[in-house]
């Protein structure tokens, strides 16, 4: 694949949320979509791939100035073939809590595989080291907690990897088997793991209208005191959370009128966090029911928040049609939010 050609637009000043900057990263639109994160070093990281068997990480540094620079480094995943006979499972890009490696993954499931049920998981996984942006390692695996398991980053250059695979007892009651290791980068090997088995209780709603299940442990592995104690959790369940943020960040709840309101659809989502800083970055929408299972977003917007104040320093909305994709990013004492659409256009709103 060609390396994507770079163009920087200044826009003029104004009160209204216009980008500063804007980039194209791409030529067109990725049909498996792309990826981007944020490094430590506020480098610009982007893993695409397509159908035909292309994939690449792209790296964009020097951002805000008049000569972006982009390197693009070939990595593994998929031919064409493998696509096309097996079915598409999930991509999964992370950076380790240092900025020291990337990893990239590739999933395949077999044809008319139930994903509760992550039997016949295959996946290609890269390591690339950022310091040398050179892969170090390629795995093709089926190995349950790297092809179809969640994945976290942990300390330094370590990531916590968690799988699950639902069951029904002899009595019909729904189980599942549970799964969660810290793996060392960049040899992807298990420094602790533990195994156990969660089970679910009976459905029932609870005071705010919303619907749940008691859940409880059995059959604990000789390893999840370890790796309990290691990640402070009270219970195993507790080991991977979904996101690490500050306490400031978890007590503000922030939630603008607009996005109020009762429906499930209506509401906000912490999305990016920079504690240094004390920003936090959300993603609020509202939408409607159009089926029993699927609601159509009606109207969306990335707000930039004071955590200390929860003042609102940043409105940006979103065309609820395009795919959209915001992170945070600082750059000699200034913040922004760098917002990636439909894949391809990446544009810079300054948080004042």
Not at 94 to 109: C, E, K, S, Y
Request: net charge neutral; hydrophobic share 35%.
């Amino acid at each position: 694949m060609a390396a994507f050609p770079l163009m920087l637009v200044a826009q003029k000043k104004s009160t209204d949320p216009v980008p500063a900057y804007k980039i194209k990263i791409a030529e067109r639109r990725s049909n498996m979509g792309t990826y981007f994160e944020v490094a430590p070093d506020q480098s610009l990281l982007f893993f695409t791939g397509d159908k035909a068997g292309n994939w690449g990480l792209n790296r964009v540094s020097a951002w805000d100035s008049p000569s972006p620079k982009q390197k693009r480094l070939k990595i593994k995943g998929p031919t064409r073939e493998e696509t096309e006979s097996s079915r598409f499972g999930q991509s999964t890009f992370l950076i380790t809590n240092d900025g020291r490696f990337a990893l990239t993954r590739v999933a395949l499931d077999a044809p008319g595989m139930a994903s509760s049920f992550r039997k016949n998981s295959r996946a290609i996984i890269n390591i690339v080291d950022l310091q040398s942006f050179t892969a170090v390692s390629t795995l093709d695996t089926t190995d349950k907690l790297l092809a179809g398991g969640f994945w976290q980053a942990f300390q330094e250059h370590s990531i916590l990897a968690g799988y699950s695979a639902n069951e029904k007892d002899a009595g019909g009651s729904l189980f599942s088997r549970e799964s969660v290791a810290l793996l060392e980068l960049p040899t992807m090997k298990s420094a602790m793991a533990c195994d156990y088995l969660l089970h679910y209780g009976e459905l029932k709603q609870n005071d705010h209208g919303g619907w749940g299940r008691a859940t409880s442990t059995s059959a604990l592995s000789s390893g999840c005191a370890e790796i309990m104690t290691k990640t402070n959790s009270s219970e195993p369940q507790k080991i991977q959370k979904s996101r690490v943020i500050s306490k400031e960040a978890e007590e503000l709840k922030f939630q603008p009128q607009e996005f109020s309101g009762n429906p499930a659809w209506h509401g906000c989502s912490l999305v990016d966090e920079r504690s240094s800083v004390k920003l936090a970055l959300y993603d609020c929408g509202t939408g409607h029911q159009t089926w029993y299972d699927t609601s159509k977003t009606d109207s969306r917007v990335y707000f930039a928040v004071d955590v200390t104040t929860g003042t609102a320093l940043l409105r940006v909305p979103i065309d609820p049609s395009k795919n959209a994709t915001g992170h945070l990013a600082t750059h000699e004492g200034k913040s922004w939010l760098a917002l990636l659409t439909n894949d391809v256009d990446l544009a810079f709103y300054p948080i004042q």
